[in-house]
């Protein structure tokens, strides 16, 4: 499934990119995911619900939001079945 969206950009923001829609799906696609983890690590910060769930609400893995996480020098706090994945993975 699709979703056409219309969006205006500035020029400048443009400059030096090729201008083909595989460059601009790609740069789309990046940001999204990029927000998604923004808004994950706001989630967590403002206890709204374990790595997990807060993973899965937004499409994202739960490896790939921990790894996020770590990366912000915020470390998860793990139920028991949470390090038991982890060990296994």
Known sequence: MHQTITVEIPKD????LPQEDLTFRHIIRM????YKIERAI??????I????YIAERLGLSK???IKALRLNSI?????E?????ELAG
């Not at 923001?13 to 030096?16: I, P």
């Not at 706001?42 to 206890?47: G, I, K, P, V």
């Not at 470390?75 to 139920?79: A, T, Y």
């Not at 079945?81 to 994945?85: A, D, I, N, W």
Request: aromatic share 12%; proline share 6%.
């Open 31 to 34: 940001g999204i995911h990029q």
């Open 63 to 65: 490896a790939e939001f």
């Open 75 to 79: 470390e998860p706090d793990f139920s």
């Open 49 to 52: 619900g374990s790595p997990g």
């Open 81 to 85: 079945e949470t390090v038991l994945e």
């Open 42 to 47: 706001a989630l967590y910060r403002e206890n």
């Open 13 to 16: 923001w443009m400059n030096g």
